[in-house]
């Protein structure tokens, strides 16, 4: 029994301190990676390519008749699961900009179509730096990329929401077990949804193997802060109306800007925290004392050699 509890603190000490080396190693990285400066400029780009990526996409949709409907679904769901206040003005907005950019012309189109190409070139640029990436992708990559994601990216989650759609209201979705479960797995679809994309973002935009297990471990504890801070930012809201009494019918710009800012601050924290995990020989302690070792033998046999190369010296000069 004794031997029991040994083993148990020995084992909660070596994890306190491998938590210990982790998070002091994590703070290093967000301090010089300027976390919260990287989030302020993401969150401008994010705010001058909103309407412009809103615009592809709604129209790479409108160009499938099979999606009638579903562009407007996507739209309305992301609003009322990742905007914590404000979702309807906004979507008002939203749709009023559309609809004037709809009105545009080839020209036009085209340079929104850039502008929106800016964002998805600014993440990745964002997380390759976080990942210490010096070789980057050849231009007709990285284009070929992100002109999937703009075009493929919508015709996914349109055709995801539509299938769902369609197997919630079929028959066996009717009965009494099943009117209990669904309210709650819709409940935790946002969460889940929000995992997936910070999965894919941190495995698939690094120009660098990625661990998926880091990965996953990264875009839980993104997903997680992400759900709390809407809860947190909309209470906030609802009892200090400081931007409304403020700004007034404007309101909704200040309080979209912050809520994109937090949003990616949290983000880049899963990422730093993904790459973070792949980086054990810098914080975990066996092998940051195995790299010591190393790098003592190293320095003990370059020692050694100086020492050989003199007494060699000494001996040559004797003999003359």
């Not at 003005?89 to 179509?113: C, H």
């Not at 980086?279 to 020692?303: F, G, L, T």
Request: glycine share 6%; proline share 4%; with cysteine.
């Amino acid at each position: 029994m004794i031997g029991v509890v040994i083993i148990q603190k020995e084992a909660l000490h070596r994890w306190l301190q491998i938590s210990l080396a982790f998070s002091h190693h994590l703070r290093l990285r967000l301090s010089h990676d300027r976390l919260t400066v990287n989030a302020g400029y993401m969150a401008y780009v994010t705010l001058l390519s909103l309407v412009p990526l809103l615009t592809v996409l709604l129209s790479a949709l409108s160009a499938f008749p099979v999606y009638d409907g579903v562009a407007q679904a996507v739209q309305k769901f992301v609003i009322t699961n990742f905007v914590p206040a404000s979702g309807e003005v906004l979507e008002t907005y939203l749709n009023q900009f559309v609809a004037n950019a709809g009105k545009m012309t080839a020209i036009g189109v085209s340079f929104l179509f850039v502008v929106a190409l800016t964002l998805i070139s600014s993440i990745d640029k964002s997380l390759n730096y976080i990942w210490r990436v010096k070789q980057k992708r050849p231009l007709v990559v990285s284009f070929s990329i992100y002109w999937m994601v703009l075009t493929l990216g919508p015709i996914l989650v349109g055709t995801s929401i539509a299938v769902s759609s369609y197997i919630t209201s079929t028959v066996v979705f009717k009965n009494g077990v099943t009117d209990q479960l669904v309210p709650g797995l819709l409940r935790l679809l946002p969460f889940m949804l929000t995992t997936l994309a910070f999965l894919g973002l941190y495995t698939l935009v690094p120009n660098r193997p990625v661990r998926v297990i880091h990965a996953l471990a990264g875009a839980i504890v993104g997903s997680l802060l992400f759900e709390l801070g809407k809860k947190v930012f909309a209470v906030y809201l609802a009892n200090f109306p400081s931007y409304q009494l403020i700004y007034g019918a404007l309101a909704v710009i200040p309080i979209l800007f912050f809520w994109v800012y937090i949003s990616w601050c949290i983000v880049l924290l899963g990422a730093e925290i993904t790459a973070a995990l792949g980086e054990k020989s810098m914080w975990r302690p066996q092998h940051r004392q195995q790299s010591e070792n190393k790098m003592d033998r190293v320095i003990d046999s370059m020692a050694e050699m100086g020492i050989g190369a003199k007494t060699n010296d000494c001996a040559d000069s004797a003999g003359k």
